[in-house]
């Protein structure tokens, strides 16, 4: 028994001698000076041309104290304004990337958001002033164009985002807290983040590539020096890089741009049902192991949804053979598909599969917009309202049922401003009234009264609001 088992430890060592011998054997000594000085210089350069500083600057009007951007402090001395009117520039500070000889850039929308002036600095040094093509709340992204400006100027190339996988090497380029184009490296940290709450069409690639502020609308791109993501975040409580940066993926980028060379707004695709994320007992409930996917809750008549032949209580679980988490993530493979084109859904029903063909359209205008800005007195004075439909509903991300009013912008400053009242908010009664028409709020608010009573819907709940007139 000694003998046999001195045998097997013997043969142990022998077999362990060797893996480590041929693991040995598969590490190198650089064998030349370029071997040892092996870098990413040659990337950088061909793609670094591309990557620009964005400049934005807006003016705003305060008053000398606060107290006299009170409309009830401003009572006392009859509703005159006695603070004498200021003027503050705000300024911001991001990056963009060239995707068109032209001149075509894209960034971040929050970057440029209601900015008077936007100015942007090449890699070259050259500065030019930029016009707004498009820009886009719900992704996050805007598209600008430099001003008299002659080309070509230098691009970058879309990669497929969908091809990346974790541990992928990517290098960040920017222009992080002002101090000049900075490239910075790492790896996909993770893929499909749906949860940062960047954008209304959440679905991120994570890098630990250090990103900070200033990168945003900043270029990620691959070793073959292809855009795969424009950086939009981070995760950091202090404000600087702790190694988990956000980015939106090529793929998501490319809509955008498309929509702009087009010259029509982004149209992201209108399925015409409400979907819920699943929990570990909805899984249960359905008989599915995992809680992945996005569970239909409601499908409207008539609309894409229905005629595919959605159910409420469909669980779908991928989109074209991808599978899907949840419902942010069906939102993006839909909109990354096309407006016009086809999907095939893999869906759990009664806990077994099926498959429902669907057809990517956008959402229809049943209810004329009929646009006002409304003025005079009242807190809604400042603001611009639409009718709702699904269209409108689907322009301002609005969940609820699109029938009524809502506001698509309020005037920095106006009475609407200063009232609270907010982009989104559907109006539900004024003064005891209830609305369900642009007509109908323009008639409720054109003259005087005492006091105004204000009834919203915003984010599914139900705010009330008094004013003095």
Known sequence: MRT?????????????????SSLADDKQVPKSAGEVRLSYAPIVKRVAPAVVNVYASRTVQTSASPFFADPFFRQFF????????????????????????????????????????????????REFDCDVVLKDERTDLAILKLRNAKGPFPTMDFADSDALEIGDLVLAIGDPFGVGQTVTSGIVSALARTQVGASDYQFFIQTDASINPGNSGGALIDMDGRLVGINTAILSPAGGSNGIGFAIPANMVKVVAESAKSGTRVRLPWVGATFQPVTSDIAEGLGVDDARGALVADVAPDSPGARAGLKTGDLVTSVDGVAVDDPTSLNYRLATRGIGTTVKLGLTRGGKPYVATLALETAPETTPRDEVALNGNSPLAGATIVNLSPAVAEELAYRGNPMGVIVSDVADGSLADQAGVARGDVILAINGRKVASTAEVSAATAGAARYWDLTVERNGRILRSRFRG
């Open 4 to 20: 046999w088992g001195f045998r097997a430890i013997l043969i142990l060592a022998l077999a362990a001698g060797a893996a480590t």
């Open 78 to 125: 009859g509703g005159r304004d006695l603070g004498v009117p200021q003027q503050r520039v705000q300024r911001s500070l991001g990056s963009g990337v060239i995707i068109d000889a032209a001149g075509i850039i894209v960034t971040n929308n929050h970057v440029i958001a209601n900015a008077d002036e936007i100015k942007v600095a090449l890699n070259d040094r």
